[in-house]
């Protein structure tokens, strides 16, 4: 069964960068890994994803050039590095396991940036 933790978030001033870690108790190496985040008052929004073998990795338009998605089949984790952060970053990011119409969510872990 996946279980996903989502760690690395916290406070940083605008400009500065993070990389958010998604680990699962399960093996995910068969499943498309993707990050959302969701501000307060707002939906949750997609953010990045990547296919099971690691390839093609998208982008929102709002994080294109800034984030990277990555994964580590022999750690079983998902990684999001995050670069030139902007207040409009700041949210509660999530980790999913996608595959055969199963999604898997963790619980989050937020990320602050301060202006």
């Known amino acids: 069964q996946v279980q996903l933790v989502e760690s690395g978030g916290g406070l940083v001033q605008a400009g500065g960068s993070l990389r958010l870690s998604c680990a699962s108790s399960?093996?995910?190496?068969?499943?498309?890994m993707d990050w959302f985040r969701q501000a307060p008052g707002k939906e949750r929004e997609f953010v990045a994803s990547?296919?099971?073998?690691?390839?093609?990795?998208r982008y929102a338009d709002s994080v294109k050039g800034r984030f990277t998605i990555s994964r580590d089949v022999a750690k079983n984790t998902v990684d999001l590095q995050m670069n030139s952060l902007k207040s409009g970053d700041t949210a509660l990011y999530y980790c999913a396991a996608v595959r055969a119409g199963n999604t898997y969510w963790g619980q989050g872990t937020q990320v602050t940036v301060s202006s």
């Open positions: 399960g093996r995910i190496s068969s499943y498309e």
């Open positions: 990547i296919a099971w073998n690691g390839r093609n990795p």
